[in-house]
């Protein structure tokens, strides 16, 4: 029987190797990032098959499947879980160099402990033990969780969302902390008037109350926000596709929140104004509070339009995009200094032809208030991978200090994802490793391992002020 990956994966020396086991692996997970559903959390779901686990709202994988001409029926379609299961493991031979194969074999062993290869020789007999596995409370999603060694994890909310399930969860302490991010991003929906007055609307029903002008929208906004700070927040994050600052009097924008309630469309020029307000608002609300702001940039959604009206949107059909980056991110982020509000901020880009762009202009914006105030976030989406992972790290020690960053997120909505911290673990560990054999970094093991255990977690629960370093 054919058996990957071995306990030394992606470690190419002795040095590596040590700093992996000894120091790395023994760290519990902070996930800062990730779009679970808080739900499956407080009711302590348990999966019937490996296929709900594994496949269901994973657009990574239906990419492959497409990829290898597999139709959209064992995708997003009405094919049993056993059928669509079948058809992943007719694809994961050829997902090599990919990683979604060395994420799929990972997530065998460290949950299932499973060694043998995903194939279609191996499909059926994998899918009946993971499956009867997952069907027992032993697997179930809180479970799931303490077996990862998660101790903190952040989902991605709505402001319109009532956090009921993260309540539940707070009320019922399982060992997990949970908590809420505030996305806002539908709120800012300016460019589709029909879409922005329905959210308006959805807006109302919550705060209870009228919204006839721009001061009242901003005003139930920061209600929402309120409210997600008294349930624990620490944190928002936004999805654009490029951040960017124009000024704007409160006359203009309210002509334009009138304009846009009315039907009618935006020019670019207004859409932008109070897009920028808005994103203004959030930023000073985050500092008021001592939250984390984060801000997801580059990607091109929804590009097939023919298969977004026919599966919907976030199921794999989104692309990395080339939009002008740094004079927008330098307009927001100074105008927000210049006011002295500026919030602890991660930046994260998906085109890697802003690596060094990003991680010089985030050091632009670090005053001395706290260590790695503003940091250039981990590789994200298409970039998490080996080579992405990789690049991001060695951009960033060559133009920052790595030692302070705040380490990996899954960005995941499967309760199977977190061995993706492992991964970016070992190849953080290589890295080291092979440097300090090459005789590039003093064989200082002890300090070397400290940091690489602040990269893992320390970091990060100093960062949020989530408690003490381990």
């Known amino acids: ?170 009320a019922n302490p399982f060992g997990v902390a949970v908590k809420p991010a505030f996305r806002p991003d539908k709120a800012m929906q300016s460019d589709d ?37 008294s349930c624990g927040c620490v944190l928002s994050d936004h999805g654009l596709e490029f951040l960017f600052y124009v000024e704007s009097s409160p006359a203009e924008l309210e002509r334009i929140f009138q304009k846009i309630i009315s039907g009618s469309k935006l020019t670019v020029q207004e859409n932008q104004m109070i897009r920028s307000a808005l994103l203004e608002n959030f930023a000073e609300w985050d500092w008021e509070k001592g939250w984390v702001q984060q801000y997801h940039l580059g990607a091109l959604r929804n590009n097939n339009s023919r298969m977004l009206k026919s599966v919907g949107r976030d199921s794999g059909w989104d692309s990395i995009g080339d939009f002008p980056q740094a004079a927008g991110i330098a307009a927001f982020l100074d105008r927000m200094d210049q006011k002295d509000k500026l919030a602890k901020t991660i930046i994260y880009n998906l085109n890697p032809a802003d690596n060094a762009t990003m991680a010089a202009m985030t050091g632009n914006f670090n005053d001395g208030s706290i260590a790695g105030k503003v940091q250039w976030g981990s590789a994200w989406w298409f970039l998490d991978q080996k080579d992405g992972m990789t690049e991001q790290l060695n951009m960033l020690s060559n133009t920052g200090l790595l030692s302070r960053f705040v380490g990996m997120l899954t960005d995941s909505r499967s309760f199977l994802s977190f061995p993706r911290h492992e991964y970016f673990r070992r190849i953080l560990c290589n890295l080291f490793g092979e440097e300090i054999e090459n005789g590039e970094l003093p064989d200082d093991i002890p300090w070397i391992g400290k940091m690489i255990q602040d990269i893992s977690y320390n970091n990060a629960s100093t960062y949020f002020n989530w408690g003490v370093e381990l």
């Open 1 to 170: 029987m054919k058996k990957f990956p071995g306990n030394d994966f992606l470690l190419h020396t002795e040095t590596s190797r040590q700093l992996y086991h000894d120091y790395a692996s023994v760290m519990p997970v902070i996930d800062y990032h990730n779009h679970l559903p808080p739900d499956q959390i407080a009711t302590d779901y348990s999966f019937e098959n490996i296929t709900q686990a594994w496949l269901y709202g994973d657009h990574y994988k239906w990419r492959a499947m497409r990829a290898n001409g597999i139709s959209e029926e064992f995708c997003t379609g009405n094919a049993g879980d056993k059928e669509k299961f079948l058809q992943w493991a007719a694809t994961v031979p050829y997902t090599v160099r990919n990683p979604l194969y060395h994420w799929t074999h990972l997530e065998l062993q460290r949950y299932f402990d499973i060694k043998q290869l995903l194939t279609p020789a191996s499909a059926e007999s994998i899918y009946n033990e993971c499956s009867d596995k997952l069907s027992s409370a032993a697997f179930s999603v809180k479970n799931l969780l303490l077996k990862s060694n998660v101790k903190l994890l952040c989902t991605t909310d709505d402001p319109l969302d009532d956090l009921r399930w993260h309540q539940e969860i707070l």
């Open 193 to 229: 008037p029909e879409v922005f007055i329905a959210y308006l609307r959805q807006l109302e029903i919550v705060v209870d109350a009228s919204i006839k002008n721009f001061e009242e929208y901003l005003a139930a906004l920061k209600s929402r926000h309120d409210f997600f700070d």
